[in-house]
């Protein structure tokens, strides 16, 4: 099944306790984003990723990093993680010449 | 600052009713796209509708775009109670990163 998934789907951690999103998709996409979602924002952003070993900053980069040593895999990094990152996160992808995105399932991460 | 603005913020229809949500947006754009986000899940594509087509249709959805009013409509017929959701536009408004910008959603519920 053509899928993006995102690991963990929930997770609740303390301030400056580095972490990593995983998000992995199997359809050969080229392209790869992350967008957070907050309350009276929409989503947002944060970085993307054009192909292997092509990064680019978002709307909302600060406090992120990002990789992309494989087609398949986009991982988000909080180095650092402070509770104003507290968010729905998604990891998209598409197939260059497509303007369509398929969304992962999302990660919910608290930062008390 | 977001592209898309959707209205209403929310909306409550009767189950087989037409749930009608609009959007507008400020610039020039390549296309724009509809999505729909069940609770807390991932964003699903629903549609997407290019500069140079003003109406389209898929299934029970009908999607009209005013490039003169920088404005699109979505058009749920005969609406079901697994419609309830959240409905976003984004727009293309970066063709080199291809970066979507959201509105802040349509939360539209269907009651039985």
């Known amino acids: 099944e053509a899928q993006v998934t995102q690991n963990p789907r929930y997770l609740i951690t303390v301030t400056g306790k580095k972490l990593t999103v995983t998000c992995s998709q199997n359809?050969?996409?080229?392209?790869m984003s992350w967008y957070r979602q907050d309350p009276g924002l929409g989503l947002r952003q944060i970085y993307y990723s054009m192909n292997v070993e092509v990064t680019d900053k978002g709307d909302v980069p600060e406090g992120y990093k990002v990789s992309r040593k494989e087609k398949r895999n986009f991982p988000l990094i909080l180095e650092s993680p402070s509770p104003n990152q507290t968010s729905l996160y998604f990891c998209?992808?598409?197939?260059?010449?497509?303007?369509?995105?398929?969304f992962g399932p999302g990660t919910r991460l608290t930062v008390l | 600052s977001q592209q898309g603005e959707e209205d209403p913020q929310a909306l409550s229809i009767q189950e087989g009713e037409n749930a009608t949500m609009n959007c507008s947006y400020k610039?020039?754009?390549?296309?724009l796209q509809w999505y729909r986000q069940n609770s807390g899940r991932g964003l699903v594509h629903l549609i997407l509708i290019r500069s140079n087509e003003r109406e389209k249709h898929s299934g029970r959805l009908r999607v009209t775009l005013d490039t003169s009013k920088k404005s699109s409509s979505l058009l749920i017929t005969a609406s079901r109670a697994a419609d309830t959701a959240s409905y976003f536009c984004a727009t293309v408004y970066d063709q080199g990163a291809q970066k979507l910008v959201f509105g802040q959603g349509t939360r539209l519920t269907i009651n039985p």
């Open positions: 998209a992808s598409r197939i260059y010449v497509s303007d369509t995105q398929y």
């Open positions: 610039t020039s754009i390549n296309n």
């Open positions: 359809m050969n996409h080229e392209y």
